[in-house]
């Protein structure tokens, strides 16, 4: 560790503990988004997966000498709803949270690591961001398919559809409130009806 007074110390532990706070209650928040979300498009939350690192669980075999990423692992995350039937086909909304986009703004070129927090866009220009996969007949994460090549360069609010795949990125500042989160849920609904041809049912209460 660099060499540091006794005082700067204590203070960047009162840092520490105020982060983990603010952590919680960010996090909190987001879950609430998210259900709040699949509840609009008539489903629930299937499956959630860490994808910046190897995420640590409950009583999971770790080495201390993992990355701090893996003990953070709603960093870069995906919550998969069940499946929704609609039609004869099956559908599937799938969420990218994606807490701070500064490792993915570097300029490829520069081949940094994800340890190296130091070299990430600085948070200021960085975005918070939600990704939204909408897919027909396909379950697959949308990390290996859409967005594979795009999670870096995917324009904010701009439909891409690609065979079964429908998606659109936008920043977490859009869902301040539950009336700004209803306006995206409506656009959302809106382009993935039209992208597949459908009707999205009402929300379930």
């Not at 070299?119 to 200021?124: E, G, K, L, R, S």
């Not at 306006?183 to 039209?194: N, P, Y």
């Amino acid at each position: 560790m660099d060499k540091i007074t006794q005082a700067e110390f204590e203070r960047s532990l009162q840092d520490v503990r105020l982060a983990y706070r603010l952590l919680a209650v960010y996090q909190r928040r987001l879950l609430d988004t998210v259900d709040f979300i699949f509840k609009q498009f008539s489903t629930s939350e299937g499956k959630w997966y860490g994808h910046f690192s190897n995420p640590a669980t409950n009583a999971k075999t770790l080495s201390l000498k993992s990355w701090s990423w893996d003990w953070l692992p709603m960093y870069f995350s995906q919550f998969k709803s069940l499946e929704q039937k609609i039609g004869v086909d099956k559908y599937y909304l799938q969420i990218i949270h994606m807490a701070d986009s500064g490792y993915f703004d570097v300029d490829k070129s520069a081949k940094i690591s994800k340890i190296d927090v130091d070299q990430f866009v600085p948070v200021a220009s960085s975005e918070s961001k939600l990704f939204f996969t909408f897919s027909k007949n396909d379950n697959e994460a949308p990390l290996h398919f859409i967005l594979k090549d795009r999670i870096d360069t995917m324009p904010l609010r701009e439909l891409v559809v690609e065979g079964n795949w429908a998606a659109i990125s936008y920043p977490l500042k859009d869902f301040f409130d539950k009336n700004s989160t209803l306006k995206v849920v409506s656009e959302l609904k809106a382009e993935f009806s039209k992208a597949f041809g459908i009707v999205i049912p009402r929300e379930t209460l």
